[in-house]
């Protein structure tokens, strides 16, 4: 295996993850939703009650973030650089640019660097699909499923289940996520080996058999000119320093929708990928008895070869 380049700068905490009331929020009574009553401390308090769920999602991955210093819709911006204000527990990992050089990427280990993090007005997190400790090496492929406007809740459900049942062939097991937004996700947990360009490949590959056997329903490639009454399978998410939302994240959207991990079992009983809210994704952590995802964190499972998929 490949020498990492990564060079974390803060080693892993050992101590228990500190309760929301150890970060101080400022201004926790402003509007950060509007439209709604939902307050800077109530994103606080969110993240803190469904810490358990979400901080394995994105703890120890170079990390993006969404600000919105002003609230949902009103200058928000990607942030995925590190800087000393965003926290003490806000931790940074040196990784290579792409146009040369490298640069320190923020991530967090614990509930502390979180709450920092919502403290400086974060509001969605988009982890990368590998680790600090092996960012060359990704553990989890995201097929995001794009649907053109028009595009039936019930077209959604059957595409996502037609990419379940195609990475099947392969041997892998695959889990679904609703985005808050208009798509789905189907995010499949991988043993660490396979650098990002086997991942790209074969991720692509997917979408364009499926792209290539159904042209009607499906596209494998951003093409405006051709996406009406179509899904766009988005492999593109599975390249180095690309992300996707993770389970449990906040959207910065009109109505504080959130990105849920749920079982293919479930999208019987489900409308929309916006779904949950912040107040219906409280009540969802706080009666779940099993990980919707149960298995996804000790799934042992390979990247087919190349050789394997021709």
Aim: proline share 7%; with cysteine.
């Amino acid at each position: 295996m490949a020498k990492s380049s990564a060079t974390p700068v803060r080693k892993r905490a050992t101590k228990k993850a500190a309760p929301a009331a150890d970060v101080r929020i400022t201004h926790p009574e402003r509007i950060v939703f509007p439209g709604t009553a939902i307050t800077k401390g109530d994103v606080a308090a969110y993240y803190a009650t469904v810490m358990d769920w979400f901080l394995p999602e994105i703890a120890r991955r170079p990390l993006s973030v969404i600000r919105c210093p002003d609230g949902a819709g009103a200058g928000c911006f990607f942030q995925k650089h590190h800087a000393d204000k965003l926290g003490a527990h806000v931790a940074s990992v040196l990784l290579k640019e792409k146009g040369g050089g490298s640069d320190r990427y923020l991530y967090v280990e614990d509930a502390q660097g979180v709450l920092e993090l919502v403290q400086m007005n974060a509001l969605e997190f988009h982890p990368w699909g590998s680790r600090v400790d092996e960012p060359e090496r990704p553990d989890r492929l995201v097929f995001d499923l794009d649907p053109a406007p028009g595009i039936a809740w019930a077209a959604l459900v059957a595409a996502a289940k037609d990419v379940r049942k195609r990475i099947e062939k392969h041997g892998l097991e695959s889990f679904p996520r609703l985005s808050g937004g208009k798509g789905m996700h189907v995010v499949v947990p991988i043993r660490r080996g396979p650098d990002w360009a086997e991942a790209k490949a074969f991720c692509e590959t997917i979408a364009d058999e499926m792209a290539a056997e159904d042209p009607s329903r499906y596209l494998a490639h951003a093409s405006k000119a051709e996406r009406e009454g179509r899904i766009f399978i988005d492999w593109l998410r599975n390249t180095r320093g690309a992300t996707s939302v993770a389970s449990w994240s906040l959207r910065a959207r009109a109505g504080a929708p959130v990105a849920m991990p749920v079982r293919w079992s479930d999208l019987a009983k489900i409308g929309s990928p916006a779904e949950f809210d912040l107040a219906a994704a409280v009540k969802r952590a706080k009666s779940l008895r099993k990980d919707p995802w149960e298995g996804f964190a000790t799934t042992k499972q390979t990247l087919p070869k190349r050789s394997s998929r021709r």
